[in-house]
């Protein structure tokens, strides 16, 4: 499903963000990506989702070879991988509802459709109810599971969470992890980030560990440590 | 392959997107249109004057003849040759006569109110001459007409009193309404220009301004993979609104103008021009104009908010 082949980025001459990276991710599975501050988990999402390009390196998801692939047809690629933030990037001025609808009307889908499917995917998110609240009525987990929400609503074959429980209370961490295995459990492919011990502990999921722009281990189920 | 339904779906939604930010924007909106009005307006102003001041060219123009007086003792014959002659120059478009007694007959009517003169003419016998009317094609260049004119056995045939009339006057003044058409032809194009340009940077700093109010939600759609045309579409959406309005703002404008202050224009034209004739050709073409000018309203919108858009909208991936 995600495939990096001797992946290297890097934006000047003295500064390797990565550095040959290789690494081949199944489909349908958990995978845990660790690493401390500026080791290059940001920099390898951001490959991912095609903001940056590699320097060198080859790049294949979902069967789509990043090569190939014209500047015009990053929006197509987007819409198959869905991605949440540290920083939920919700809309402020939309609510609960319209934020996630917003991802499906960017392709197109009828007002119909989506009054049919947003509600379903809140409900996976456990957020049913909750529809006319505007973001800054939310908790901080509240507004992770709708960006959540709005990153599978159009029930994409990757889910790429950065940090998404950086800026949570653990209970609320948790509550955002479970909606994740849960999203796992349908079937779609995680690729999850995060700074919290606990939950790497917790998951046992497989775990590759990135420091200095390199892969300092890759098991299959692993305990954290940096 | 993308539905046709979501692509309708897709432009509905950026024209509904476009049409609501100009409604928040509208204060931020304010000076594009105010100097989009004043391009327009200049527009359909020179449009008009310069309408105007060839329909008065033409009005002058068409009044112009030459007035060949002959001498009494002129016969039919020679009267044909002369004509003849006249109608085969180059610059001839009419060639009319006027006998005595036409003559004497439209005298009398343009004298009917001075009984006294028409007395006096009825006591002798008609003192008017007959005359050979020419209407030339250009007016300004009457040069061989007089030529033909001056021909030694023509001058044996002209009244040596009445003289030829070459309506001499009124090429001085066409002369000054040509040059005056040409001067505000020429300011006219230079102030459009200069206007189309300011409006087009306000409408770029207007959009830059709107991009950077919204940079967070853009960066969202962009990595939510909406396409640049979903992204950059309510821009220029927004854009062509500010110039229909402005088109329509400047065709009332420019009405009110006519309503109000014709009478005023009439009379600081010196009667020169024919400000009644603005107005009938503003009414006349009013589509026409209001198309032209909601043409270029909307050009100017799109061009400058597509530039605008291109530059301040990053769309390629970094390197």
């Known amino acids: ?226 | 392959m993308v539905k046709f339904s979501q692509k309708f779906n897709t432009f509905k939604r950026v024209v509904r997107t476009g049409a609501t930010n100009f409604v928040r924007n509208a204060w931020l909106a304010m000076a594009a249109m105010a100097v989009m009005v004043v391009t327009l307006t200049i527009i359909l102003f020179s449009l008009v004057a310069s309408a105007t001041f060839n329909n008065t060219i033409a009005q002058i123009t068409s009044k112009i003849n030459i007035s060949v007086y002959l001498k009494d003792s002129v016969t039919e014959e020679q009267r044909t040759v002369l004509m003849d002659g006249l109608r085969k120059l180059p610059n001839v478009k009419e060639v009319g006569f006027v006998s005595k007694d036409q003559a004497l007959a439209e005298y009398k009517a343009a004298n009917a109110n001075n009984p006294g003169l028409l007395q006096a003419l009825n006591e002798t016998s008609n003192p008017l001459p007959a005359s050979v009317k020419v209407l030339p094609n250009d007016p300004s260049r009457i040069q061989d007409i007089k030529n033909f004119l001056d021909k030694p056995n023509n001058v044996a045939l002209l009244d040596p009193q009445a003289g030829t009339s070459y309506s001499g006057d009124r090429k001085a003044a066409i002369d000054k309404i040509t040059h005056a058409t040409n001067v505000l032809q020429r300011i006219g194009f230079a102030a459009v220009l200069i206007f189309a340009v300011i409006s087009m940077l306000i409408i770029f700093n207007t959009i830059q301004m709107a991009i950077f109010n919204r940079r967070d939600e853009l960066t969202i759609m962009r990595l939510l993979g909406a396409t640049t045309w979903y992204i950059r579409g309510p821009f220029v959406v927004e854009s062509i609104i500010y110039g229909v309005i402005s088109a329509v703002l400047s065709i009332l404008i420019i009405d009110a103008v006519f309503i109000t202050a014709s009478s005023a224009l009439q009379a600081s034209s010196l009667g020169l021009l024919d400000i009644g004739y603005a107005n009938t050709y503003f009414h006349h073409k009013f589509w026409i104009l209001l198309t032209m000018q909601l043409t270029i309203g909307i050009v100017i919108g799109a061009v400058s908010s597509i530039i605008a858009t291109r530059r301040y909208l990053k769309f390629k991936t970094s390197k």
């Open chain 1, 1 to 226: 499903m995600i495939l990096l082949d001797r992946v290297t980025k890097t934006y000047n001459r003295k500064s390797t963000a990565l550095d040959r990276i290789s690494v081949h991710v199944e489909a349908k599975e958990f995978v845990i990506v660790v690493g401390q501050s500026g080791a290059g988990k940001t920099t390898l999402l951001r490959l991912l989702t095609r903001e940056e390009k590699p320097t060198s390196g080859k790049i294949v998801i979902g069967g789509v070879d990043y090569d190939k692939l014209k500047d015009k047809d990053i929006p197509l690629l987007r819409r198959k991988i869905g991605v949440v933030f540290q920083d939920f990037k919700l809309l402020p001025n939309k609510n609960v509802f319209e934020n996630v609808a917003f991802a499906l009307e960017i392709v197109g889908m009828s007002n119909r459709e989506i009054k049919h499917t947003v509600p379903r995917v809140l409900d996976i998110v456990n957020l049913k109810g909750k529809e006319k609240n505007m973001p800054y009525e939310l908790s901080g987990g509240e507004r992770q599971r709708v960006a959540i929400a709005r990153a599978i609503v159009r029930q994409p074959k990757i889910l790429i969470a950065d940090e998404p429980t950086g800026n949570l209370d653990p209970k609320h961490a948790w509550d955002v992890i479970r909606v994740l295995e849960k999203i796992n459990r349908y079937g779609t492919t995680v690729l999850l980030t995060t700074h919290n011990q606990e939950i790497v502990n917790r998951l046992k999921r497989r775990v590759i560990t990135i420091s200095h722009g390199k892969i300092a281990s890759d098991r299959a189920s692993a305990n954290y440590k940096v």
